[in-house]
């Protein structure tokens, strides 16, 4: 197998393609808008109620996890619309684990911030 020299360039080249997968995945996947606005208003809610440096790490990592899950799971999708456009029953059940991946890493998501937030919020409910 003969390999490349490193070349700077072609590591750039390969941001331009990153970054084209993730505007491909906002214009087309309209889960991962679902996602994006969620960030958002977790990312507000977080300065507004001044989480913890620990808790913005937390953040960070379980909406990672739901993008990159998201992605993967657009990429498993578009690969098994291509190699079989007809219904088949282990394509479908292939899309169907890949979605729950997602699923999975979204009611993490949800809990974790209900774990963070919650307090936070009752406590502010609480004051007034």
């Given at each position: 197998m003969?390999?490349?020299?490193?070349?700077?360039r072609?590591?750039?080249?390969s941001?331009?393609y990153?970054i084209?997968?993730?505007?491909l995945?906002?214009?087309?996947?309209h889960?991962?808008?679902?996602?994006?606005?969620t960030?958002?208003?977790v990312?507000?809610?977080?300065?507004?109620?001044?989480?913890?440096?620990?808790?913005?790490?937390?953040?960070?990592?379980?909406?990672?996890?739901?993008?990159?899950?998201?992605?993967?799971?657009?990429?498993?999708?578009y690969?098994?619309?291509?190699?079989?456009?007809?219904?088949?029953?282990i394509?479908?059940k292939?899309?169907?684990?890949?979605?729950a991946?997602?699923?999975?890493?979204a009611?993490?998501?949800?809990i974790?911030?209900f774990?963070?937030?919650?307090p936070?919020?009752?406590?502010?409910?609480?004051?007034?």
């Open positions: 003969k390999r490349n020299k490193f070349s700077l072609n590591r750039l080249e941001f331009k990153a084209n997968g993730l505007k995945l906002i214009k087309f996947e889960n991962s808008r679902i996602h994006l606005a960030l958002v208003f990312t507000f809610l977080g300065f507004i109620l001044k989480i913890s440096n620990l808790e913005w790490i937390t953040i960070l990592i379980v909406s990672a996890f739901v993008f990159s899950n998201e992605i993967i799971n657009s990429a498993i999708e690969l098994s619309d291509f190699i079989s456009p007809n219904y088949n029953e394509i479908k292939v899309k169907d684990l890949s979605a991946a997602v699923l999975i890493s009611i993490v998501s949800v974790i911030a774990i963070i937030f919650l936070k919020i009752i406590k502010i409910c609480l004051n007034y």
